[in-house]
DNA sequence: GATGAATGAGAATTCATTCAT
DNA sequence: CATGAATGAATTCTCATTCAT
């Protein structure tokens, strides 16, 4: 290996490298807080040396930026919602919420990010509203067109997207926090979606 | 008493820089989160010297458990919860979830101390978590007066109530992130409670 | 002014404050030494208040000195050579080492801080050697009526006088160090006098 | 050498700072002690920034148990026992309370470190005791060969080594604080050796 | 006399960042 | 590219001393 045979090599092991960065950031991120998290400990757990990480990132706040800007989950977050098939609303609204859900526990580190840092870091509560906003939007269409098709009510759409949003995200939290052994999300979602779409007042006289 | 003029006096001096020096350090937690607040910061804040923080509080962890200990709302939140009246259910819902958005905002530095920390420091998440089943205990045993008078169908009331609270806790803090011009809670809590009670599902056949 | 009714006893209970700030500084200063000993914990060992040492000392210097000063037990030296009997020379050694070794067992905490500070502070060494040259010249007169007696030979009485000395205390450190299971002064003292004695006593019939 | 044009001198480069840096610290520790000695004040004697200290050294008291693994003297001590030549008993004692003598004096700093901290620092008076068991041991098996070459008679070898080790670092530690104008070395010892001796050697003719 | 609140000058320690090798 | 030694500013915490009450 005299040191630059394939160039190619060089800059696939480059972006290699940043990206073992990338991830062992995430990683501290997430346990420690961007305050909390220090340069050592994130190459260490990258396996690089502590330098090497100022080669790819000018300092710990671009780093944290690139973090989020490459592990955002936008683009999945649409995705879901585009790929609903032509069930009953019901089961489309159980399914999208626990695709959702499922979402969230797939991107565990990024989500303890936006969560601490969200309040202090305008450019990481930026990507997370960003993210609920499509969440909420993505929901209400889904929402208009089970209007349109006459299996919902003229109602307001906003604030049903809006519940079904808070109460994916604050089961995922609570479940974060609780441990595994707190409501599942299959126990708690179909209940909900149900509730949600029947209401919970008794007809008697109806 | 020959000694001292007034012994009582510095005592309650003494007790008022303690609180001074708790404001500021719920403000200044709140603002910068644990980590980024510095014991200078705080101290500049109570307008008082460096040291002085030390003789009230062995260490900066202390006072953080102090700051939550003293501002803690679980009061407040059971005084809401017992004092509703007569009113429809409807109502009797919508104030309840009203108020606790009022308490929530009324309370902004520690749901933001919460918030930050509540997934790192332990004593944190314990306060917040012991909150949260405090409102959904309470919403549940609430629903269930409901039932039982037959105002409301039997159904899983623990969803409901998580729903509900997730809800405002979630409006709150979007709220709190988009500033006032968004979604107010006079607008979207009645609606929310609205939709809940009677479901969204249109009823052509029934 | 009823305060003053009996003015000695105000100047007996300012003495016996005084005394009770000198013992816990001396307890506190032999155990944490003079850097590592805290104002406030002599004051708490003494069951006074912090701003009160400072009615009676100017300072932690003047205290150490004082301390010093106080506990100083170079009378109590004199007044063991002084009262040595008419016995054998081997018994009047012995029990000169033995009392010499108990009167440092009775001043351990004194004995620690010359230890500690007896490099730094010219005031403590300068005690502390005062100490061993009073024991050495009183020694070495004791020896020089043996010499005088004829029960010892003609020899260098000051290399005697120090070794003597240098062995009681020696021995006293190590057994403050490795315990009370160390070799006692009782079985010690007498052996080495023994040893030294067949040395310097003169044989007449040789 | 692809790399780095020397990858050997940084290392040395560095294990030559970190030599500067005990050398520093024995000394500040030496003339201040452990409470006294500051971080800043063993850096700027090393000649680095205070910071650097802590890339070799967790902490303070690492430093300092560094300090005194690295200077610690009993091989040289094992050394000087090793090496005695076939001459008089006489003559063979002398040499090694000198050289012993020599050996603390050569370690004026580390001597000093014992002295001060060996009462508060279990680390620190582990090494210490574990030098004059060194000594006091060698000299018992130094002496009991005499008693086998009937040189020397039968007694408490114990009582005579321990006698002459706290002679000879007693003799020490007062030229230490008086200054070099006090009874030296080479006058003192062999008189006190011939003082013991005349009593421990054995007399065949009696 | 007595108290302990208040101060502020350091002390140890951490850590992002730079740079020689 | 890669390393980790070096820096120094910032941070938490300590403590002798003062002083109003």
């Known amino acids: 290996m005299p040191e630059t045979a394939k160039p190619e090599t060089r800059k696939i092991q480059a972006e290699k490298r940043r990206q073992e960065i990338l991830d062992a ?10 305050q909390g998290a220090t340069i050592s400990q994130i190459s260490e757990t990258a396996g690089t040396s502590l330098g090497l990480l100022y080669h790819y990132f000018p300092n710990k706040e671009a780093l944290m930026e690139a973090v989020i800007a490459e592990h955002s ?5 649409k995705n879901i919602i585009a790929k ?8 489309v609204l159980s399914q999208l919420c626990l695709q959702f859900y499922r979402l969230l ?4 580190e ?11 870091n305008p450019a990481v509560s930026q990507v997370w509203f960003s993210m609920i906003r499509q969440g909420v939007t993505s929901l209400i269409s889904l929402l208009d067109q089970g209007v349109k098709q ?8 906003d604030v049903t997207a809006r519940t079904l949003m808070s109460a994916v995200v604050m089961l995922y939290l609570t479940r974060e926090a609780y441990g595994e052994g707190f409501t599942s999300p299959e126990d708690f979602i179909p209940q909900m979606i149900a509730s949600q779409l029947s209401g919970i007042k008794s007809r008697q006289k109806e």
């Open 25 to 34: 950031a995430l990683k501290v991120f997430a346990e420690q807080g961007y």
């Open 73 to 77: 989950f936008l683009l999945q977050l």
């Open 84 to 91: 609903q098939g032509k069930q009953s609303i019901e089961s």
């Open 150 to 157: 006459g299996v919902l009510k003229e109602h307001r759409l």
């Open 105 to 108: 526990e797939s991107k565990k």
């Open 110 to 120: 990024l989500v303890a990010i936006f969560l601490r840092e969200g309040t202090s």
